[in-house]
């Protein structure tokens, strides 16, 4: 069993905060039951005073077992919300009924577990908090950077010395020095990280890490992505489509209709016009951003039983995610009387965002393989996404 550890720094201090949560995660999203707890549900009956507190679910009595809460959703086992699109379980002081009446080992492995995951290497655990909770997001804005227990990501010289053995690894942590780099913008960093990754992918190996780490080719590299020509227009109209079509899914479902109605209803009226004042206020919220880019690379980027192709799939899904997120805040900023652009909705929409991409490894890749001609993108669709 391995003994190394890598999480960030912030990994022990968390703990959920229950009530007091802005954007609970008992509430509109898919909450996955897994087969072990599913099975241990069904010798198990529903909390007593669900019926007196309106929380049953209908066709569903007192002496329902668990498992009867259980819906197929995208083939995947949920369980069911209530009309008011919250989960049954939710307590009015919003604590978890099962917790109160069975302890915490009745909840699923994804109630028990969020937003922790680890993933288990033969030679190290790694231990991440991920963006679909809006207290991991305040983590994020309160930090000048993220620093990781057992990972040296942001010292060139120190990824020298990681193991050329261990190509995914070594690939991964070059991710996260890249798009860690303040000196430059995160669209500068993304582009680059992502031209590093397809060389690395197409040479199927690393000789010298210093061809990627060496300050003065980074920087001409750097140079070359800023001068492209690009249309913004043309990509935001892009991010549009983007934003139209991942949103979709759960808009047909009801969830999150506070969001995405007028989200969405914003996004097919959508006309160009000039974004100086938005990207402006954008920038106040950079190291956020970038903060957000590194945690999921690391969370993300490389999970047990991944490739360097597999690798390259996150990336994209990453880069989607984040056009997504600017689209969203670019069309709230267009909402907002005042064109304001408020910490609560960026953490809002970074959350949002994220539970609405949070798919496996084999979705994203269905999604890819289904949406362009390749799902290893060139490097020039990159740009244009992000231009
Ligand atoms: S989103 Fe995070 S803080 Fe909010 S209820 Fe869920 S785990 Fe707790």
Same mark, same amino acid.
């Given at each position: ?219 001409? /590299?750097?140079?070359?992505?800023? =001068? *492209?020509? $690009? %249309?913004?227009?043309? #990509?935001?109209?892009?991010? +549009?489509? !983007? ?37 402006? /206020?954008?920038?106040?919220?950079? =190291? *956020?951003? $970038? %903060?957000?880019?590194? #945690?999921?690379?690391?969370? +993300?980027? !490389? ?37 304001? /652009? ?46």
């Amino acid at each position: 069993m391995s003994t190394i550890e890598i999480k960030p720094d912030y990994y022990d201090d968390f703990h959920c905060i229950g009530g007091e949560c802005s954007f609970t995660c008992c509430q509109e999203w898919k909450i996955s039951v897994d087969r072990q707890t599913k099975k241990k549900w069904r010798s198990v009956t529903a909390p007593g005073d669900l019926k007196q507190n309106g929380r049953l679910p209908s066709g569903l009595s007192e002496h329902s077992s668990l498992s009867q809460f259980i819906k197929k959703v995208d083939d995947t086992d949920v369980i069911g919300l209530l009309p008011d699109m919250k989960c049954p379980f939710l307590d009015c002081d919003h604590l978890c009924r099962l917790v109160k009446e069975h302890g915490e080992e009745m909840l699923s492995v994804t109630c028990h577990e969020f937003p922790r995951e680890n993933h288990a290497f033969p030679d190290r655990t790694e231990k991440a908090l991920v963006s679909c909770c809006p207290e991991i997001v305040d983590r994020w804005n309160e930090k000048e950077t993220l620093n990781f227990t057992g990972l040296d990501y942001k010292d060139g010289e120190a990824l020298k010395c990681g193991s050329v053995n261990d190509i995914l690894k070594l690939t991964r942590d070059l991710m996260m020095f890249h798009l860690s780099d303040e000196s430059s913008d995160n669209r500068t960093n993304l582009l680059t990280a992502f031209f590093i990754l397809l060389d690395i992918y197409n040479k199927d190996s690393i000789d010298d890490i210093k061809d990627y780490t060496d300050p003065e080719s980074i920087i001409k /590299l750097k140079k070359s992505i800023k =001068k *492209l020509e $690009r %249309n913004e227009e043309d #990509s935001m109209n892009e991010r +549009n489509e !983007l934003f139209l079509d991942i949103t979709e899914n759960y808009s047909s479902e009801g969830r999150y209709t506070g969001f995405l109605k007028p989200l969405r209803e914003a996004s097919l009226s959508f006309l160009y016009d000039n974004t100086d004042k938005f990207n402006e /206020l954008l920038s106040t919220y950079e =190291k *956020l951003l $970038r %903060n957000y880019l590194v #945690s999921e690379t690391f969370s +993300n980027l !490389l999970i047990p039983g991944m490739d360097l192709r597999d690798m390259v799939l996150q990336f994209e899904w990453m880069m989607m995610e984040y056009a997504s997120i600017l689209q969203a805040l670019y069309l709230t900023w267009t909402m907002t009387p005042d064109h304001k /652009l408020t910490y609560e909705s960026v953490r809002d929409m970074i959350v949002l965002i994220s539970r609405l991409t949070g798919y496996d490894a084999s979705d994203i890749e269905e999604y890819l393989t289904n949406s362009f001609e390749s799902p290893v993108w060139d490097f020039g669709y990159a740009d244009f996404l992000l231009g």
